[in-house]
C-alpha cells in the first residue's frame, strides 16, 4: 500500500515553522508499516530548509520515504504536473475527524480488530459513514 503521510500536526506536534515534540507512537508505527512494505510518502506543506528540517528529523529516528512530496523519487515537477499525491491512504491531522490514535491507524492498515485480532479485510469507511455508525 501507498500511504501519504503529513508531518507537522501529524507525525510532530503543530510548531511550524519549527518542529514540534514527536507525536507518542508516530515514529515506531511508520518503521513497523514499512517493515510490512508498505510504502510511505511525506506529503508535507513544507519547503526548502524546513523540508529538509523535517526529513532529517525522521531519517535521524529510523525512517526514509520512499519519495518526499512526489509520486515517486524521480519525479520532477513543472508547470503542467499536478502536484496532488497518488496514495491508498494518506494520515493527515487535518482528515475529517482529526487524527486517530497511531495504534489505531496501525490496526486499521493491517488488519486488526480492535482485540488485536486478525481480521480477513479491513472495512473502511468515508467520513459521514463513521458519523452516523453504530460500531
Same mark, same amino acid.
Given at each position: ?60 529516528? &529510523?525512517?526514509?520515504?520512499?519519495? *518526499? ?11 503542467? %504536473?499536478? /502536484? =496532488? ?17 497511531? &495504534?489505531?491507524?496501525?490496526?486499521? *492498515? ?11 479485510? %479491513?472495512? /473502511? =469507511? ?10
Amino acid at each position: 500500500m501507498i500511504i501519504a503521510v503529513d508531518f507537522d500536526g501529524t507525525l510532530v506536534e503543530q510548531k511550524y515553522p519549527k518542529v514540534g515534540k514527536e507525536i507518542p507512537f508516530a515514529i515506531e508505527t511508520l518503521k513497523m508499516l514499512q517493515a510490512k512494505q508498505h510504502r510511505l510518502i511525506l506529503w508535507t506543506y513544507r519547503a526548502g530548509d524546513k523540508l529538509d528540517e523535517a526529513v532529517e528529523f525522521c531519517k535521524s529516528r &529510523g525512517v526514509e520515504f520512499y519519495a *518526499i512530496n512526489k509520486n515517486y523519487p524521480e519525479e520532477i515537477f513543472d508547470e503542467s %504536473i499536478s /502536484r =496532488k499525491i497518488k496514495a491508498d491512504m494518506y494520515i493527515d491531522d487535518m482528515n475529517y475527524g482529526g487524527l486517530p490514535d497511531w &495504534g489505531e491507524i496501525y490496526a486499521d *492498515i493491517v488488519g486488526l480488530d480492535s482485540n488485536g485480532v486478525q481480521v480477513s479485510q %479491513i472495512k /473502511r =469507511k468515508n467520513g459521514f459513514a463513521r458519523l452516523f455508525s453504530k460500531d
